[in-house]
């Protein structure tokens, strides 16, 4: 009997480990599409759109950032380099952690929420989202990929 209770402690605790790690941590090794909205605002035109994705003939960029009209942003070609870049952001911080992540603060009526989805291929994908809560490390990715984008503009 003792050494069933040990076994089950000891199974136990591995799940306990495995739970607190926060999802599988797949390194990420290309992208077929990422698009991240994020609600900074109410007023008009209070959000920020990041969109990138693969065509056939290399990759387009979309860039809306807060408090702009989105006709004024426009599609512009990326260079593979860059991507390179986006995907090492995305493994330097574990983005494929928040894989799953959907909670609400339903106490706020009017606060700040962002959606990320990211496509690595037709089958894996990466979607997040969240009301006035955050996965581990949210403001730290977003300031790199505000970074990012920001130096894809110029």
Same mark, same amino acid.
């Given at each position: 009997?003792?050494?069933?209770? +040990?076994?089950?402690? +000891? +199974?136990?605790? /591995?799940?306990?480990? @495995? *739970?607190?790690? /926060?999802?599988? /941590?797949? #390194?990420?090794?290309?992208?077929?599409?990422?698009?991240? %909205? =994020? !609600? &900074?605002?109410?007023?008009?035109?209070?959000?920020?759109?990041?969109?990138?994705? #693969?065509?056939?003939?290399?990759?387009?960029?979309?860039?809306?950032? +807060?408090?702009?009209?989105?006709? &004024?942003?426009?599609? @512009?070609? =990326? $260079?593979? %380099?860059? =991507? &390179?870049?986006?995907?090492?952001?995305? !493994?330097?911080?574990?983005? %494929?952690?928040?894989?799953?992540?959907?909670?609400?603060?339903?106490? =706020?009526?009017?606060?700040? %929420? @962002?959606?990320?989805?990211?496509?690595? !291929?037709? &089958?894996?994908?990466?979607?997040?989202?969240?009301?006035?809560?955050?996965?581990?490390?949210? #403001? $730290?990715?977003?300031? *790199?990929?505000?970074? @990012?984008?920001?130096?894809?503009? #110029?």
């Amino acid at each position: 009997m003792r050494k069933i209770l +040990v076994l089950l402690g +000891v +199974v136990l605790m /591995g799940f306990g480990i @495995f *739970a607190c790690a /926060g999802g599988s /941590g797949k #390194k990420i090794t290309g992208i077929k599409s990422f698009d991240l %909205s =994020v !609600n &900074e605002n109410n007023m008009i035109h209070g959000y920020v759109h990041y969109v990138l994705r #693969k065509t056939d003939d290399g990759y387009i960029a979309n860039i809306k950032p +807060v408090n702009i009209d989105p006709d &004024e942003c426009h599609d @512009f070609p =990326v $260079e593979e %380099s860059k =991507v &390179e870049d986006l995907i090492g952001i995305l !493994n330097t911080y574990e983005v %494929s952690k928040w894989d799953g992540f959907d909670k609400v603060d339903k106490r =706020v009526l009017d606060g700040r %929420s @962002f959606t990320l989805s990211v496509w690595i !291929n037709d &089958e894996d994908n990466i979607s997040a989202h969240g009301y006035m809560k955050y996965p581990n490390n949210y #403001k $730290e990715v977003r300031q *790199a990929l505000d970074d @990012f984008f920001d130096g894809l503009n #110029k």
